[in-house]
């Protein structure tokens, strides 16, 4: 599972992801204002609007095409979150399986955080 990490740590690895991103050009991933994307933001209300299943174990978030720029050659994305459930069919591949709630259209980063 998940785990702390120091902050300098986290500092310095979202840093270099943030300069291989800037240093791809044309193949960077971006917001929908153009801006090299770093991060998104997930507020309070959307990941308790998952959690108060109580049958929810944890959360699956996948990268997904920005709904804006769908069949574009645009790199802008955005994430999907959903409730996870363990996965209880014998011989299952993976441990946990996405419930039906999903959200999208997670604010990029920037603007929405620093």
Not at 65 to 78: A, L, M, Q, R, S
Not at 95 to 109: D, K
Request: aromatic content about 8%; proline content about 9%; some cysteine.
């Amino acid at each position: 599972m998940a785990n702390n990490i120091d902050p300098e740590l986290a500092k310095s690895l979202k840093k270099e992801f943030q300069q291989q991103n800037e240093a791809a050009g044309e193949h960077a991933w971006k917001t929908p204002d153009g801006q090299h994307l770093r991060g998104f933001f997930l507020d309070r209300e959307s990941l308790e609007s998952i959690l108060k299943d109580e049958k929810v174990a944890g959360i699956h978030v996948y990268f997904a095409k920005h709904p804006d720029f769908v069949g574009k050659p645009d790199k802008v994305h955005t994430l999907t979150i959903s409730g996870s459930v363990p996965n209880t069919q014998a011989g299952a591949a993976t441990p946990y399986v996405a419930t039906g709630n999903v959200i999208s259209n997670v604010p990029p980063c920037p603007p929405y955080c620093s």
